[in-house]
């Protein structure tokens, strides 16, 4: 099956920069990749994605890069604001019959933005 | 509100006890799944209901009882758990017909098992 290993594990930026986290994966059948942010106590919730075919996406301050080949993406936070601190989920996704999503996700990244 | 309820949100249960889990969506979505979320663990894939018919059981243990009446409601049954299954079990839900669209979670339930 799918293994997506994500990293850091803990990032700690200062407000205004940046932050990156990576993730890769192994089975190249996966042609879906969201990201999750989930607060303290709270459910993941989809902060961006993007498919196969598609290179790079951005959202705001967000954006997300794949690498089909090296099969690797990423997630870039520009400009980290203390709210952005949160725990990250990549996720890679095979499409199983009946067409539900069958996600693979990384162990996450705790990402604090001191202020 | 996003649309997918988990009941109750809290749970704590002793190892001899029955319990049952509760998500409910009203989203029109048509797959239902349930992870569990452990500490420092990836989210792990348990079940999954698409079109209310079992598609994926990943090898959970038999302690873990499914139930999809309808494409709106998904069971998680509990009988004669371990401690170490204590957790954030969260539902998930999506539409078969937009397969490359993310899941919208519930809030979970917090299970502990003493």
């Known amino acids: 099956g799918e293994n997506v290993e994500q990293h850091p594990s803990t990032l700690s930026v200062q407000e205004g920069d940046s932050a990156v986290i990576k993730c890769t994966y192994s089975d190249s059948a996966s042609n879906y990749f969201p990201w999750y942010k989930q607060e303290l106590g709270k459910r993941p919730q989809l902060i961006i994605d993007i498919r196969s075919n598609v290179g790079e996406k951005k959202d705001q301050r967000i954006a997300v890069t794949l690498n089909k080949t090296a099969k690797h993406f990423s997630l870039h936070i520009t400009e980290t604001q203390p709210e952005d601190s949160a725990v990250y989920f990549c996720?890679?996704?095979?499409?199983?019959?009946?067409?539900?999503?069958?996600?693979?996700f990384g162990s996450g990244t705790k990402l604090n933005v001191k202020p | 509100e996003t649309g997918v309820t988990q009941t109750p949100r809290h749970l704590v249960m002793g190892m001899t006890n029955k319990k049952s889990l509760k998500c409910e969506q009203h989203l029109g979505h048509n797959a239902m799944y349930w992870y569990k979320q452990s500490a420092k663990k990836p989210l792990e894939l348990m079940f999954v209901?698409?079109?209310?018919?079992?598609?994926e059981n990943n090898s959970v243990p038999s302690r873990f009882s499914p139930e999809c009446p309808n494409s709106s409601h998904l069971f998680l049954h509990l009988h004669t758990l371990q401690p170490e299954d204590s957790a954030l079990y969260l539902c998930a839900s999506s539409r078969t017909d937009r397969p490359n669209y993310g899941y919208t979670f519930g809030s979970g339930t917090r299970l502990t098992v003493v």
């Open positions: 209901y698409s079109l209310e018919e079992r598609v």
């Open positions: 996720a890679a996704s095979i499409t199983g019959r009946n067409n539900f999503n069958k996600f693979y």
